[in-house]
């Protein structure tokens, strides 16, 4: 009976990861803070993985969108699947990597550290770079 059982639970909980997800749409400022830090870049093809230094240029956008500053030349975007919610108000972002890059499917968490809690899970999506155009 134990072996028909854990199958089908675990059958219902992939069944609930199989619906769609919808980001929350950008708010107007957030929408106007996006354009500005692509402004002058030109979108290239996604990547699944990024090399994950330096840590410290990573910008949250919206809970749901992120931008990984390389250089001056070269900004990642990335759009979380699932929503860590608290990115916004300041809340740290967690990725569990295997390695030296973020890649897409990397499981993420929005911690709260000054009162110890999660308060988001999500994981990466792909990485679009932005590039300043060559003149």
């Given at each position: 009976m134990r072996a028909i059982i854990v199958p089908m639970v675990a059958s219902l909980a992939l069944a609930g990861c199989a619906g769609s997800y919808e980001?929350?749409?950008?708010?107007?400022?957030?929408?106007?803070?996006?354009?500005?830090?692509?402004?002058?870049?030109?979108?290239?093809?996604?990547?699944?993985?990024?090399?994950?230094?330096?840590?410290?240029?990573?910008?949250?956008?919206?809970?749901?969108?992120?931008?990984?500053?390389?250089?001056?030349?070269?900004?990642?975007?990335?759009?979380?699947?699932?929503?860590?919610?608290?990115?916004?108000?300041?809340?740290?972002?967690?990725?569990?990597?295997?390695?030296?890059q973020y890649c897409r499917g990397d499981i993420a968490r929005s911690v709260n550290l000054t009162i110890g809690t999660q308060s988001g899970g999500c994981a990466l999506g792909d990485f679009i770079p932005y590039r300043t155009p060559a003149k």
């Open positions: 980001p929350t749409p950008l708010t107007a400022k957030q929408a106007t803070e996006l354009e500005k830090a692509l402004e002058g870049k030109v979108p290239g093809e996604k990547v699944s993985c990024i090399t994950s230094y330096p840590q410290s240029s990573l910008r949250v956008i919206s809970n749901n969108v992120l931008l990984y500053r390389v250089s001056s030349k070269l900004v990642y975007r990335n759009d979380l699947i699932g929503s860590c919610n608290g990115l916004t108000r300041g809340d740290t972002l967690v990725v569990n990597t295997f390695g030296s």
